[in-house]
Nanobody, 127 residues
Framework: QVHLVESGGGSVQAGGSLRLSCAPS????????MGWFRQAPGKEREFVAA???????????DSVKGRFTISRDNTYNAKGTVYLQMNSLKPEDTAVYYC?????????????????WGQGTQVTVSS
């Protein structure tokens, strides 16, 4: 049963931009905290960005601060769709990016706080 569907991944050269989307499927996540995580080959899943249920609070990993922007759309049809705008991409940003939802409305930087996960989307940045 799929709850979150990511899209927007792809291949880009260093310095380029991508915009990831995470759309709820079958239900709404408008009252949930949402986050983005990533996992590179041979590495553990790491926190990238998170946003509170109303978009009023955001969190970023130091490695992406100033380059990535998380946002969300809680309108009726969007059901809490979350976006990750990624600018000035670097080869070290290469990973599978996962969207996640937590019942904790203020969101969290800890993967263990999230009960709903998408299938992931690949981002590859070449030098």
């Amino acid at each position: 049963q799929v709850h979150l569907v990511e899209s927007g991944g792809g291949s880009v050269q260093a310095g380029g931009s991508l915009r990831l989307s995470c759309a709820p499927s079958g239900r709404t996540f408008s009252s949930y905290g949402m986050g983005w995580f990533r996992q590179a080959p041979g590495k553990e899943r790491e926190f990238v960005a998170a946003i509170s249920w109303n978009g009023g609070t955001t969190y970023y990993a130091d490695s992406v601060k100033g380059r990535f922007t998380i946002s969300r759309d809680n309108t009726y049809n969007a059901k809490g769709t979350v976006y990750l705008q990624m600018n000035s991409l670097k080869p070290e940003d290469t990973a599978v990016y996962y969207c996640a939802a937590t019942e904790y409305e203020m969101a969290s930087t800890r993967p263990s706080a999230y009960g709903y996960w998408g299938q992931g989307t690949q981002v590859t940045v070449s030098s």
